[in-house]
């Protein structure tokens, strides 16, 4: 029993090692400076957008409950599912095509979780101080001075946490109506749950695992490689050049000492955010985001060596000193890509912000009026997509001398609202031709003839003709 339990401890110690703490080392540089400005970029929109108005709503509000999605000066309903599947599908291919060019750019500049996780770094700095300051306070006993610096910063996270999951709730409920029930607190449980949740979130993706969701949840590092090719723009560490690696004094010649340009400070393991050395060559777990080319750049120029010992680069150009970065393939994504785009700013620009919907009465057939006319019933959904009421209206074609008759010939439907209006068709049945005809209903608005939509419909006749 003794020697069964001890091998099985045995066992789970070999096949997983608990990481150690990675506390990435402050970096200036171009890559740097370029990230921050990224971050700034793409959080000052996210926390700024839901409080924009435009035309007396909020420009980007996704209603829920009522099926509308507002952005900015559009609308779109339930309906318009095409224009979202379009965007994912450029929003995949973007993904492959930056992917194809220079590797991992999306996750060392973009992705929501480097994003975050950036600034709670940012805050950690501020309340803990810089890397060896962290790294002693960590190895330290707990104290009150511990305890007390610890709490603070998880309060700045967990507050930052909170504004995040109230800035997301934002989008689908009006923000100023949320802020407004703040205090006291009145907010749904809905609401409620999706403010914490989405703050939790946040909190553990970016101020606990960090770099664990890159290396063990993100599905994109491990089939990245699938869209790699040696022309691939990838942070690469010039081994020829670089070693053999080893310390030297400022201004040393290292060819006199028999060694490469790199003199093993580590500098580049100790700013990556995900703990890894670039000089082993390329591996899943590097996000791209160029740190270790920022501090390699820096340290090449106070030995006087040349710039470029770890940077963007292709195999091929590593192996043979040449490459060709815009290629075939890159080519083909960018056309398809640009045509995917074009595509949709053209559909939503001939976009008619009208839907109409023909619902024939199918209690009867068809029906004749005292005097002699075949009469069929329908009722119109007249759906204003507009963010403005319009007065529309409607008329009838496909059938000679067909009769409308209707309550009112101009009627008014809100912003955003769908109204149902019943009506009747008649037809002298010297017109009709077939048992089964096709007409078109029309509604156009009375102040905008370029807000128009068709709709067929089929008129049924006696079955003799």
């Not at 998880?154 to 205090?183: D, K, M, N, Q, S």
């Not at 750049?297 to 195999?315: A, N, V």
Request: proline residues 5%.
């Amino acid at each position: 029993m003794n020697s069964s339990g001890t091998d099985t401890d045995q066992g789970s110690r070999s096949l997983y090692v608990r990481p150690e703490k990675i506390h990435p080392r402050e970096v200036d540089g171009r890559f740097a400076r370029l990230r921050i400005v990224a971050v700034l970029v793409l959080l000052g929109l996210y926390y700024a957008v839901p409080w924009i108005s435009w035309g007396g709503r909020q420009a980007v509000l996704f209603d829920l409950p009522a099926r509308k999605f507002y952005i900015f000066g559009w609308t779109f309903w339930p309906q318009d599912f095409f224009y979202l599947t379009l965007l994912l599908i450029i929003a995949a291919l973007s993904l492959f095509f930056f992917t194809t060019l220079a590797g991992r750019l999306w996750c060392g500049y973009a992705c929501p979780q480097t994003v975050w996780t950036e600034v709670f770094m940012w805050m950690e700095r501020w309340v803990e101080g810089r890397r060896n300051q962290r790294i002693k306070l960590d190895k330290a006993p707990w104290t009150g001075r511990k305890l007390a610096i610890k709490g603070a910063k998880h309060l700045v996270w967990i507050v930052f946490a909170l504004f995040t999951g109230f800035t997301f709730v934002g989008y689908f409920a009006p923000i100023t109506e949320l802020a407004g029930r703040l205090v006291p607190y009145d907010l749904g449980p809905w609401e409620s749950f999706w403010v914490f949740f989405y703050s939790f979130a946040t909190y553990g993706n970016a101020g606990w695992m960090r770099e664990q969701v890159c290396i063990y949840m993100c599905p994109y590092a491990r089939f990245q490689s699938a869209m790699f090719d040696k022309d691939t723009l990838i942070i690469s560490y010039e081994e020829d050049r670089g070693e053999p690696r080893g310390s030297r004094k400022r201004g040393t010649d290292p060819r006199e000492k028999g060694l490469g340009d790199c003199i093993d400070c580590k500098a580049c393991v100790q700013v990556c955010p995900t703990g890894i050395d670039i000089r082993h060559g390329l591996q899943y777990q590097c996000i791209g985001c160029a740190a270790c080319i920022d501090v390699c750049d820096d340290i090449m120029d106070k030995m006087e060596y040349p710039r470029g010992l770890i940077r963007y680069t292709t195999e091929h150009a590593i192996k043979h000193k040449t490459g060709h970065v815009l290629r075939p393939r890159i080519f083909v994504y960018a056309t398809i890509l640009l045509l995917l785009v074009g595509a949709l700013a053209y559909a939503i620009a001939i976009r008619v912000p009208l839907e109409l919907g023909v619902i024939r009465d199918r209690n009867a057939l068809y029906r004749e009026t005292p005097l002699g006319l075949v009469e069929n019933i329908y009722t119109l959904k007249i759906a204003n997509k507009d963010q403005l009421p319009h007065y529309y209206r409607v008329a009838v074609s496909g059938l000679e001398d067909a009769k409308l008759v209707i309550e009112q010939e101009v009627v008014e439907v809100g912003a955003g609202e769908v109204l149902n209006l019943p009506l009747r068709v008649q037809v002298d049945p010297g017109d009709l031709t077939h048992a089964s005809s096709e007409i078109e209903f029309q509604v156009t608005a009375e102040d905008r003839a370029d807000l128009s939509v068709t709709q067929p419909a089929r008129f049924i006749g006696p079955s003799s003709l």
